[in-house]
């Protein structure tokens, strides 16, 4: 009998030690793939996009963490752009400034239909407070009241592609919100404070640096693609736009090559009312708006 009990015991201890074996290697699987993942996350900083945002990488990084501005005062300088941070207590970060050599500013007085904003352009302190804003398209998305009767009649016609407003004008706060989420997503992944806002910037425009903030831009989706990717420019939708946004004085805002000129990522998405003329000319000529306005000193 003490030979069998020490039998069944030395089973059970055997039992014990694959059991524990099994569960330590499982452990450690689970804990390679999380940091795998982690790593490929940083380094490829994977874009998905939100309606009402350009297009906003994943990340779960809240406006709370933004980072603390420097104990001294101090002003760093790159080749595009400065900040400043100063002493004192934790407070708002200070948005990155880019300098304007090279690039075309707008004159003031401007017609409202082809008024620039971009990083070097930004809008009036004030100025959607004198402008007013109505509901456009099915989502009831807002929209400068001046470009409702346009937007209506090229969603009507592009009707059959079900193409449909998917974001329109959004308040200079909230624009904030969103671009500040931006940069505290690449904070995340390692990247220093300029280097993080002016990665975000190309994605998410500093606030009174948007068309959205203005309300003459819209970003569109059809042909059931409503996801503001790069994929829509696929669709049948797309192609429809294309070939006729112009007729009601929309462009491709963002078209892909001329990155360096708007600032902004390739965009198939996202159109600007700048009136039938000028979006004839421009879409036809393969112009960006920065190249149109720079051409005709507008």
Known sequence: ?????RRKNARRQRAIRTFLLFAVTVALTV????GSLQVWNKNTGSVSSDPG???VPTGTVTTSSIYTPA??????????ATTTTTTGKKTSPTLLQYGTEGRYVQPAGAVWNLLLVNDWNKLPDGYDQAVTFVAGGRRNQKVDARILESLNAMLQAGSAYGIDVQS????????ATLYWRQVNNYLSWGYDEIAAQQQAGAIVKRPGHSEHNCGLAVDLGGSGNFKLETDFENTAAFRWLIENCAEY????RFPKGKENITGVIY????????GVEAAKYIMENG????????????
């Open 53 to 55: 945002t350009e297009s």
């Open 267 to 274: 965009e198939p998405w996202h159109y600007r009312y700048v």
């Open 168 to 175: 329109g004008y959004r308040s200079s706060d909230h624009q």
């Open 249 to 252: 004085g929309f462009i491709l």
């Open 287 to 298: 112009l960006c708006l920065e190249e149109y306005l720079e051409q005709t000193g507008q």
């Open 71 to 80: 104990t001294t005062t101090t002003t760093t300088t790159t080749a595009k």
């Open 1 to 5: 009998m003490p030979t069998k009990k």
């Open 31 to 34: 804990l390679l793939i999380v």
